[in-house]
């Protein structure tokens, strides 16, 4: 690894670990709580939650998963659009909601995700 790749690396990491927290938190918290933590949930069927938080974690993992193993890059920059447009559609629930300030942390994590799918893409 040569010094211009450590900037990407570090962004990669936090932005798979933000995901795998997240979305493990989102898969595993009784509805109930999830509600009480996460409005925005009570607006969906009881099973979308639980989707959301696993793409979130398939997305973590292929964010770092395929890149360090060296063998199979490809998927990383597949990872990042897929978690960017993941995050444009929690930017988009939150604002529906007129949650702005809660829209800030996936506007954020969708932004390091088109930063990762640019920079492992070249």
Known sequence: MDLSDIGPSIVQGLLAFAMIASGGMKA??????????????????????????????????????????GSLPAPTPVAGACLAILMVGAVKVHADLADLKGGMPAGVLGLLGIFVAIGRAI
Do not use: C, D, N, Q
């Not at 009480?36 to 770092?64: L, S, Y």
């Open 28 to 69: 595993t918290t009784p509805r109930e709580k999830l509600i009480a933590r996460m409005a925005w949930g009570a607006g969906f069927p009881t099973w979308a939650p639980v989707a959301i938080g696993a793409a979130e974690v398939a997305g973590g993992i292929g964010m770092v998963l395929p890149w360090a193993s």
